[in-house]
């Protein structure tokens, strides 16, 4: 596709509800990051994957969150048992290498609530 | 760990106006990109302009254009002949260039709402 795709692009969940978020990064790019963005804040690492390989997941802020890239495209992150402070934007961004100067392409997010 | 500030909740600029953003870090590598992100309500991140920490010139983006002093860790961003679609949150970013794992992402500060008055 021309650009990262995020679904939904909002969600609203009770808390203790499992919630999925799909990223559906610019085609052929290597690495995947997830980040958290609390409102009025700036993003935050959650983890990255170069290909289907999880490098880092040293972000997740519980065991309750779960991310995975099975064939190196599309990517899940999975969060269970919701709880009111996980509400935040989920964002998603891919570059086309794992070189540092390769600048990061975001998705527009999703607005997850958890009431 | 790095770290980024950004000491301006919010800025207000006539329409047409130049305004300064300001951004400091901090680091012990030598070697770095330095990016400004702009966010507007959609919610996607938009890259503005970005420095490598080895150049010394000053990076430009037609009316945006940065001020790196790396000995001073500082990286502002300059908007000159603001205009109406400028208005959004503004973000600087590090990235180191070591290799592997969560070093190959983005540390942000906190933002800047840019407001600008027509």
Redesign the interface.
Known sequence: GAGVSQSPRYKVAKRGQDVALRCDPISGHVSLFWYQQALGQGPEFLTYFQNEAQLDKSGLPSDRFFAERPEGSVSTLKIQRTQQEDSAVYLCASTPSSSYNSPLHFGNGTRLTVT | AQT?T?SQPEMSVQEAETVTLSCTYDTSESD??L?W?KQPP??????VI?Q?AYKQQNATENRFSVNFQKAAKSFSLKISDSQLGDAAMY?C?Y?????????????????THLIIQP
């Open positions: 980024v950004q770095y990109y990016f992100y959609s919610r996607q991140m938009i890259l970005r490598e973000f970013a990235r180191s260039s070591l290799p592997g794992g969560g070093a190959d992402g983005l540390t942000f500060g906190k933002g």
